[in-house]
């Protein structure tokens, strides 16, 4: 078969790579259309830690269903699918204690394993879920992004109309902005970038400069007590210092950026006790695709309207575009006919 493939740092080519067989419980998904995330560009510039190159990256994946292994019964062939990449091991802590999303021996589809820059791949049928009516491809490779979204406002507990300060508007931020927005919150989003901050607003969510008048601002909206629920969705390690100046006492941050292996984060102890607040991580999602291929469905997610389409097998010169200019392409999605 065809496949995009990484073939070491800033080494991108299409090329021929051996077409896998779906074993038992294992399904061969055609690829119709995979997103480019954060984490590919990690392994094209081989700052991914996890990545061996050779590898088929990509783990935003919309397919359908070309062929099954034994015992796959529930899936017809032509079948739209998405792909949920994450496989954990069922064995270790996290795992046996309803957290398979932490899985201390996590491979991810597209990471760990060939994933969607390709015409096909092979998946678990227990990690696909049926696209709804209505929803195309290029759309329902947003699933994965989207469930990012859904566990981190779960993880929030987003109560109707609670005021919910997100930082960061690159696509994580979006999917958040709209998740939370079909939980009921008030969304408030805040960036340095003007452009970013447009998109926010278009999506329905008010919007703040992240500059130095930031918590003075919040804080005159919000009665001087701060926000309820924190989001950071940024990765950069001054914002998520600042989550414990912004949340209100009492309140909910929740850590959904990544910051390179490493950095170290400070908070004022103090604020531990005197806010009381509590600090929740939230990595990748659980059981999450099912809310999120329903809020695309009915039109709760918007944020692919301002997705760049490209043609898989331009992906060489696409990454290396993104890479000189990372600015260039908000959120692009490769298709294959
Ligand atoms: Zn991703
Ligand atoms: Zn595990």
């Excluded at 995979?34 to 081989?46: E, F, N, S």
């Excluded at 021996?105 to 597209?110: L, Y």
């Excluded at 331009?314 to 575009?321: D, H, K, N």
Aim: hydrophobic content about 45%.
């Amino acid at each position: 078969m065809k496949a995009a493939i990484f073939d070491a740092p800033h080494i991108m080519r299409v090329g021929p790579w051996d077409q896998p067989k779906p074993g038992p419980n294992e399904v061969l998904i055609s690829v119709r259309a995979t997103g480019i995330c954060a984490g590919d560009l990690h392994i094209y510039l081989g700052k991914s830690p996890y990545a061996r190159y050779p590898i088929i990256g990509g783990h935003e994946i919309c397919g359908s269903v070309q062929a099954v292994g034994s015992g796959v019964t529930d899936l017809k062939s032509g079948q739209l699918v998405v792909v949920e990449p994450f496989l954990s091991c069922g064995r270790c802590y996290p795992c046996r204690a309803g957290k398979p999303n932490c899985c201390a021996n996590m491979e991810i589809i597209g990471v760990h394993r060939a994933g969607g820059y390709a015409e096909f791949l092979v998946v678990p049928a227990s990690h696909l879920y049926a696209v709804p009516e209505g929803v195309s491809p290029f759309w329902a490779s947003f699933a994965e992004p989207v469930t990012i979204g859904v566990h981190a406002c779960r993880r929030a507990q987003i109560k109707h109309h609670e005021f919910v300060l997100i930082l960061g508007c690159g696509p994580i931020g979006l999917a958040l902005i709209e998740v939370a927005l079909a939980f009921g919150a008030r969304v408030v989003a805040a960036d340095v970038l003007e452009s970013r901050l447009d998109t926010a607003r278009l999506l329905g969510a008010e919007i703040l400069k992240a500059d130095e008048q930031l918590l003075d601002r919040l804080l005159e909206q919000t009665n001087q007590e701060g926000a309820p629920v924190v989001m950071e969705a940024t990765g950069n390690a001054k914002a998520m210092e600042s989550t414990a100046s912004l949340v209100a006492a009492g309140g909910r941050i929740i850590i959904v950026g990544l910051v390179a292996q490493g950095v170290q984060i400070q908070f004022p102890g103090l604020d531990f006790t005197r806010k009381e607040m509590t600090i929740l991580g939230s990595r990748t999602e659980m059981n999450c695709f099912p809310e999120a291929l329903k809020l695309l469905a009915v039109g709760k997610v918007q944020y692919p309207k301002f997705a760049t389409e490209f043609d898989l097998w331009s992906a060489p010169e696409v990454f290396s575009r993104i890479a000189q200019d990372p600015g260039s392409v908000h959120k692009g999605v490769f298709v294959r006919d």
